[in-house]
C-alpha cells in the first residue's frame, strides 16, 4: 500500500474554487482502479495550505492515475490556482500503534 501526501498553497481568492474542483473529481479519483481512499486537509494556522491525502494499491497504481486523463484533467484545473509549488510524496507505512 502506497500514501500519498501533495501538499499546496493557493492563492486566497482561489480557495473556493479549489475546494469545487476537489469537490467535483474526489468521487471519481476514489472510483480510480487502485485507489483506497482520498481525503483533502487544510492547514490550521495557515487557510491557504491544503494537502491531499490517498491510499493506493501501489506505485503503479499511483502512476496508472498519475498518467490518467482524470489526473490531466484535474491537474490543469487546480495549478492555475497555485501561490507556490506544491510538493508531493509517497509513503508506506512502517509501523502503527495508539498511545
Keep these: 500500500m502506497i500514501s500519498r501526501l501533495v501538499k499546496m498553497t493557493f492563492r486566497e481568492e482561489a480557495i473556493a474554487d479549489f475546494k469545487q474542483v476537489f469537490e467535483d473529481s474526489r ?11 482520498v481525503e483533502l486537509l487544510q492547514d490550521v494556522n495557515d487557510p491557504r ?8 494499491d501501489s506505485e503503479e497504481a499511483l502512476n496508472n492515475y498519475r498518467h490518467s486523463e ?5 491537474w490543469a484545473k487546480t495549478k492555475i490556482l497555485f501561490d507556490d509549488k506544491p510538493a508531493a510524496w509517497s509513503t508506506e507505512k512502517l509501523a502503527e500503534g495508539q498511545l
Excluded: D, Q, V
Excluded at 49 to 56: A, C, E, M, R
Design 70 to 74: 482524470l489526473f490531466e484533467a484535474t
Design 49 to 56: 495550505i491544503f494537502f491531499t491525502f490517498s491510499l493506493w
Design 27 to 37: 468521487n471519481l479519483i476514489r472510483a480510480f482502479p487502485g485507489n483506497n481512499h
